[in-house]
């Protein structure tokens, strides 16, 4: 799962935004290069479990590159 998924996923019976995540293991791909404008996520950034209004400086190349396996 990408961090991304988080700034658009909600609990579908109460709505409630953002979900909760606990990172257990991650796996990270160093070959991919971020070719979009930062930031990626729009409300809620799932890597820093911060709202994106909050972030100063965006890390989206090093969440770029991981994803949560469990």
Same mark, same amino acid.
């Given at each position: 799962?990408?961090?991304?998924?988080?700034?658009? /996923?909600?609990?579908?019976? !109460?709505?409630?935004?953002?979900? +909760?995540?606990?990172? #257990?293991? &991650?796996?990270?791909?160093?070959?991919?290069?971020?070719?979009?404008?930062?930031? /990626?996520?729009?409300?809620? !950034?799932?890597?820093?479990?911060? +709202?994106?209004?909050? #972030?100063? &400086?965006?890390?989206?190349?090093?969440?770029?590159?991981?994803?949560?396996?469990?």
């Amino acid at each position: 799962m990408k961090y991304r998924l988080l700034d658009i /996923l909600a609990c579908p019976i !109460c709505k409630h935004f953002p979900l +909760e995540h606990y990172v #257990i293991e &991650e796996n990270i791909y160093g070959d991919r290069v971020l070719e979009e404008e930062k930031p /990626l996520c729009e409300l809620y !950034c799932g890597y820093l479990s911060k +709202e994106v209004k909050e #972030i100063k &400086e965006f890390p989206c190349e090093e969440c770029f590159k991981k994803e949560v396996k469990t």
